[in-house]
C-alpha cells in the first residue's frame, strides 16, 4: 500500500520556524520527483517547492525562495520542508506529494496534509 505521511505542522508565530516532514512508504521513493504544495480554503492547491530524483535540482515557488527548503533522504524514504521566516500567508494545509513521468503518463501520490498556521 502507498503511503505519504506528513507531520510536524502546526501553531507558529510570525518569523517562526517550522519543519514539515513527510515518510513514504509502498513504492521505490528514490525514482519520485518529490515536493510540497499547499491549500488554504477556497483556493486552488499550489505548488510550493519540489526536488527531481535524479540530480537533487531543487525549485521554489517565488513566494517561499529564499525561506522555505525542500530536502529527501532516500535511504530512509522522508522528505522536509524547512520553513523560516514564516508569514501569516504561509497560513495552509501542506501536502506532499510524489510524481514520476512515464512515456504518456504520470503517477502521482499524495500525503494526507498537515496545518501550518502563522499567526501571533
Known amino acids: 500500500e502507498v503511503q505519504l505521511q506528513a507531520s510536524g505542522g502546526g501553531l507558529v508565530q510570525p518569523g517562526g520556524s517550522l519543519r514539515l516532514s513527510c515518510a513514504a512508504s509502498?513504492?521505490?521513493?528514490?525514482?519520485?520527483?518529490i515536493g510540497w504544495f499547499r491549500q488554504t480554503p477556497g483556493k486552488e492547491r499550489e505548488f510550493v517547492a519540489a526536488?527531481?530524483?535524479?540530480?537533487?535540482?531543487?525549485y521554489s515557488a517565488n513566494s517561499v525562495k529564499g525561506r522555505f527548503a525542500v530536502s529527501r533522504d532516500n535511504a530512509k524514504g522522508i522528505m522536509h520542508l524547512q520553513m523560516s521566516n514564516l508569514k501569516p500567508e504561509d497560513t495552509a494545509v501542506y501536502y506532499c506529494?510524489?510524481?514520476?513521468?512515464?512515456?504518456?503518463?504520470?503517477?502521482?501520490?499524495w500525503g494526507q496534509g498537515t496545518q501550518v498556521t502563522v499567526s501571533s
Open positions: 506529494h510524489a510524481r514520476k513521468r512515464y512515456i504518456g503518463r504520470k503517477v502521482d501520490y
Open positions: 509502498g513504492f521505490t521513493f528514490s525514482t519520485y520527483a
Open positions: 526536488i527531481s530524483w535524479s540530480d537533487g535540482i531543487t
